[in-house]
């Protein structure tokens, strides 16, 4: 079993869906990938930091889940990061309403000292600075660094983006963002060209189609597992990176055959992230919902055509 | 081994994409459906209707793949139906330029005798009154009746096409269709709703994103093949329900389990299609490339998670 570091925002999130509306909930890529990692029984630490204002409860939540928040700074005088946005109807789109980056804007994250020799990192969606000063903090090489991003440091921080991007093994990032990044638009060109960036493992998040892991000229794709009722997708990318990275820290192995397995897990769970609001249904999924799931995912992909 | 009635369109077409134009070029849904349907070598047989102007070299080229064309009839004086079409640079939106319907508008399929009895029925996509005659002539009851339609008939003949989807057994229709049929966003619940309607199978293609299969509470989810280039589609959506009408022809085997199988040639064929302008790649396409190819879909979509 390895160590697990994942760093990315722990915040509160205001949500509108068609479905309904949320005050401030708890929210953040650290926490939902926390949650999702927490399924693996592993060593896993949050790499975060909060305001005064942030609840304690969240914090225990999270350590009841066997996340490490020793490493999430509470800045008493500061405000917790805080994002709103609205769904559009097709649940495919959203505007973001708010973003008030409070304590974030000066974020230097650290890395609790026995976690420095972590085998698999989990970069989550931030500055691709802040990205860099975690890998910076390790002592010895990871065995996998996995890392999440978005357009908007496209947009504002590319060449920082793309330091970091060299230096990982696999980068998670949607259809979208993957044209954007490489101004190809079919995925398999697309994906070629982030190999050339740096990282040996491409995953390319397709939303409600599925997600696609590309290393070299292999592939594999993973469907989503359709739903009669999209409820919330938020969190629903992070929980895929951490059900991806917990299963990888888990089983200690990164081969393509095995990664095929943390992308379904990663999927697995994306898959209860969306059914309510938030991290409402994160909170309280069990081994068991997972492992029945699990076999839905191969009922609704597997096959057994003979080839002579 | 079965017998497979094929009913659709055998036209020209000229196509226009972001890679280049034909001229006019062979065509039609059940020249592709009966191009699939040839890899399986069963007994097929086209139901068509063309004018004068129909080169002899092109029924020859579907004899040549063992399909019977006595059920093609030939109206010297008259026209084919011609289609012409330009495709938008993301390919998956497109701009029909000129339909011109000549014969196709007093077409009245005539299944021929030896093939009144086939277990398989293709229904192409045409007018729901046309394909409703076709399944007026079966002096037994088929197996299966597959059937494709678009939205043109549900703007123009909803009704019609309403009786006709009673009678079959799987309908494969695209996802906007679906949506338009049902009045439903989400796949699951529309397909519910279409089997409602009758048909116990129910298949969505979602192009680039691959088919769905629904049968009750059953889903099966097959990935298109991710291309770095898609030249053309044309024609794929009438080669994936060749091949699937084609496989359960061969198999005889109605199951499923085996109907997944017959998503997965349907997609394997459909991704050869679009590899070529019009019908030119599936004209030349060998066994073996199909065999190739099919493998790499065990490798696309298999994974092998000890579920205990």
């Given at each position: ?13 205001a949500i509108e869906t068609p ?26 630490a949050a790499v975060s930091i ?259």
């Open positions: 079993m390895s160590k697990l570091v994942i760093v990315g925002t722990v915040a509160f999130d479905f309904g509306k949320t005050d401030k909930i708890l929210g953040g890529a650290a926490t939902y990938i926390g949650l999702a990692a927490s399924h693996f029984n592993i060593d896993a909060v305001g005064g204002d942030f609840p304690q409860k969240y914090l225990d939540l999270l350590s009841d889940k066997n996340i490490d928040v020793s490493g999430i700074e509470i800045v008493t005088d500061g405000k917790t990061f805080f994002w709103s946005g609205k769904y559009h109807n097709d649940m495919n789109s959203r505007d973001t309403l708010v973003t008030e980056l409070n304590t974030l804007e000066d974020f230097n994250p650290v890395v609790p000292e026995n976690y420095k020799d972590a085998e698999v990192v989990m970069l989550g969606n931030l500055h691709p600075l802040v990205q860099a000063s975690v890998l910076d903090q390790m002592t010895t090489k990871p065995k996998l660094v996995v890392l999440d991003t978005m357009n908007f440091w496209m947009d504002i921080a590319l060449q920082d983006l793309k330091n970091v991007i060299k230096r990982i093994d696999v980068i998670t990032i949607n259809d979208e963002e993957a044209r954007q990044l490489t101004g190809e638009y079919s995925l398999v060109v697309a994906a070629q060209k982030i190999h050339e960036m740096g990282p040996k493992y491409v995953v390319i998040k397709k939303g409600e189609h599925g997600a696609l892991l590309f290393h070299n000229e292999q592939m594999f794709y993973a469907p989503a597992l359709p739903l009669a009722e999209v409820f919330d997708p938020t969190g629903a990318g992070d929980t895929f990176a951490g059900g991806f990275a917990g299963y990888i820290a888990k089983t200690g192995d990164t081969s393509f055959e095995n990664m095929k397995n943390a992308v379904i897990y990663g999927s697995t769970l994306a898959s209860f992230c969306v059914e309510k609001f938030g991290t409402e249904r994160m909170e309280n999924l069990s081994n068991q919902e997972v492992h029945k799931r699990l076999l839905q995912f191969k009922q609704l992909t597997q096959f057994e055509i003979e080839l002579t």
